[in-house]
């Protein structure tokens, strides 16, 4: 399920399993056959070496077509769509519960939030 700093998640099971185990968590919902998904894969990759924190903040990938359980419960329609969740609730970041499409900056600010937010929690505040 996991490699390097990202979890590949397979399943509804796995992503609930994730929330479970990690205060919060970034998802990407992505497809192999996007092309805005491969532009901003390496970017998503680098935020997620940069801010996990193992059990407090977690970055997952979900492959809409393999995980097709998981993209239909959190009622995805495009992609990428990056969503971001604190104890298995969807949360917005930054005023947005959603990012769609290959944002780079909006990405950013919202790893940036989550990083700082984990930052807190284990330091225990």
């Known amino acids: 399920m996991s490699s390097g700093p990202l979890h590949h998640i397979n399943s509804l099971a796995d992503l609930q399993a994730l929330f479970a185990s990690t205060t919060y968590v970034a998802v990407d919902f992505y497809a192999d056959w996007c092309g805005p998904c491969k532009a901003i894969a390496p970017h998503y990759e680098a935020l997620a ?3 996990s924190a193992p059990g407090v903040l977690a970055f997952a990938k979900v ?5 097709q359980d998981a993209a239909q419960a959190h009622g995805i329609t495009a992609m990428p769509t990056f969503m971001f969740f604190k104890e298995g609730r969807q949360v917005a970041v930054n005023g947005q519960a959603a990012i769609r499409g290959a944002d780079p900056r909006a990405l950013s600010a919202a790893a940036e939030k989550l990083g700082g937010l984990a930052k807190k929690r284990m330091a225990g505040a």
């Open 63 to 67: 492959n809409v077509d393999k995980a």
């Open 49 to 51: 070496k940069q801010h």
